[in-house]
């Protein structure tokens, strides 16, 4: 069965305090690996996707890697508006998506 | 303007009512999604539609409908709503790169 499980479920940091959130994934046929940050009350907003074991992408403080059972989002030197839920989600080989529950990020002044 | 929007943007019904949400996107992609999140237990597909004569459904599909009326509309009906169908609903698009981009969701609450 197509899984994700995203830890931790909560994370809190001071801001400057850099860390990881991990996504452990099994899946028939991975196509694609996509994170997506959600604002409380809005609708998850698209950040990377990766395709293969090794590919890395970043955007501002966020890093993403992936490795063959899972994928982590690195967070250098957080600020405040990185406070968020961060969704992890899989594409297997039928074109469907699977996510994870999240991980919700405080980033503390 | 947003790429994807929803209406209405907060719903409060009773059990028994029959509910529609609409979803239209300006993106032009074909694919259109209707997922519920719901605390806990992540985003759940519910319908999907890949062109206007394609309806498949998802993980949790009983107890509602879909209508694909154009490329750029995807509504979702709840025939007779009942209390655990409280949640989140969320539209999402996807063009050829299979990227999904999310409308703003709608909040339902079934009394």
């Known amino acids: 069965e197509d899984q994700v499980t995203q830890s931790p479920e909560a994370l809190r940091l001071q801001e400057g305090e850099s860390s990881s959130l991990n996504c452990s994934y099994t899946v028939s046929g991975l196509r694609g690996l996509f994170w997506y940050r959600q604002d409380p009350g809005k609708g998850p907003e698209f950040l990377f996707t990766l395709y293969s074991a090794g590919e890395e992408k970043e955007k501002e403080r966020l890093k993403a890697t992936l490795t063959k059972k899972e994928s982590f989002l690195h967070i250098t030197a957080p600020k405040p508006e990185d406070s968020a839920t961060y969704l992890c989600?899989?594409?297997?080989?039928?074109?469907?998506?699977?996510f994870g529950q999240g991980t919700t990020l405080q980033v503390k002044p | 303007d947003a790429d994807v929007t929803q209406t209405p943007r907060n719903r409060i019904t009773k059990t028994g009512k029959r509910i529609m949400l609409e979803c239209s996107q300006t993106?032009?992609?074909?694919?259109m999604y209707w997922y519920r999140q719901d605390p806990g237990l992540g985003l759940r597909l519910i319908y999907y539609s890949f062109d206007v004569k394609d309806i498949n459904k998802g993980e949790i599909s009983d107890g509602y409908s879909v209508s694909r009326q154009a490329q750029a509309k995807f509504s979702l009906s709840l025939e007779s709503a009942i209390p655990n169908q409280t949640a989140l609903y969320f539209c999402a698009t996807a063009g050829t790169l299979d990227t999904q981009y999310f409308g703003p969701g709608t909040r339902l609450t079934v009394l």
């Open positions: 993106k032009g992609h074909d694919r």
């Open positions: 989600a899989v594409r297997n080989n039928t074109g469907k998506l699977i």
